[in-house]
Nanobody, 129 residues
Framework: QVQLVESGGGLVQSGGSLRLSCVLS????????VAWFRRAPGKDPEGVSC????????NYSDSVKGRFTISRGNAKNTVYLQMNSLKPEDTAVYYC??????????????????????WGQGTQVTVSS
């Protein structure tokens, strides 16, 4: 069982930046695939970014590419989502999700919610215009 705790959300003006943190309840994220999803009011959940610690790959949705960066923290059980040039349409609850990659033949980095086993409670991001 892996527990995830997100933090770092808040209210920011358009063009501003925020850094979200996802802390996993294990010493390291080795062989853990981690992704960020978001859900805006009245919209379907959207995959934002993912990271495979097994393969070292990252991916981003077209809507955030070039503005958001997913990274592994110096604390080995933390993943960050650096969000720059924020827009009002980025307003949503952001969720961190994880999957144990040891159960699969390759790393997991996907925007498919069904691929992830563990989920955090979410952190609200609000971008004002």
């Amino acid at each position: 069982q892996v527990q995830l705790v997100e933090s770092g959300g808040g209210l920011v003006q358009s063009g501003g930046s925020l850094r979200l943190s996802c802390v996993l309840s294990r010493r390291t994220i080795d062989y853990i695939g981690v992704a960020w999803f978001r859900r805006a009011p009245g919209k379907d959940p959207e995959g934002v970014s993912c990271f495979s610690s097994r393969d070292g790959i990252t991916n981003y949705s077209d809507s955030v590419k070039g503005r958001f960066t997913i990274s592994r923290g110096n604390a080995k059980n933390t993943v960050y989502l650096q969000m720059n040039s924020l827009k009002p349409e980025d307003t949503a609850v952001y969720y961190c999700a994880a999957v144990n990659e040891r159960f699969f033949a390759q790393g997991i980095c996907t925007m498919d919610r069904a691929s992830y086993t563990y989920w955090g409670q979410g952190t609200q991001v609000t971008v004002s215009s």
